[in-house]
């Protein structure tokens, strides 16, 4: 009966045995679908301009994504590595971080749309979305959230300089890639793949 014990502890894929929470109340899974609401928003606000099959095949490409997060991280879940309990220094930086974004969302539309350049504001989002993803991986010590930042913050830049230089479309181009790209992340995430 000890073997057997011991034999099932050392398959286990997840939990308190490798320093992780039950699956239900991880707050990394719980974290990962607001990645992943965020990563379909992108997605279904900003693919439609850039046409029809071009829409139709993200949008596919979004769901078949967050179904596969869902997978890894509900029906078949993998260890994602020991949990490190947050600060509250962590915690007030993860609320400031939110409230930031929200503030430079709206001044960051502000000025676009005094300069004449609205149509730029979903790779301006991505942007700053990505940014507010980099001080995460400090606060609660995880991975994902430098490659998360850094590559939102490059699509965006991207996007931000030519849709600027009259690219049509490249504003929600390089916001429907980052959400794209956090959706594939997060689900890399699901597999283990950061722990």
Known sequence: MEILARTLQATRRYGPAVGEPPVLVDPRRWGALIGVVGGLVFIFSYAPPLGAAMSISAEIAGIGLALTVLFGHYIRPTSLGSLREPSRTALLLYVGC???????????????????????????????????????AWAFGERIFHRLGLTLLVLASVGLIAGYAGITHAAEASAVLSGLVMLALVALHAQGRFA
């Open 98 to 136: 939110v409230a930031g974004e929200l503030a430079a969302i709206a001044a960051g539309s502000r000025l676009l749309t005094s300069l004449g350049h609205a149509n730029l504001r979903p790779a301006l989002i991505a942007g700053v979305v990505g940014v507010h993803f980099l001080p995460f």
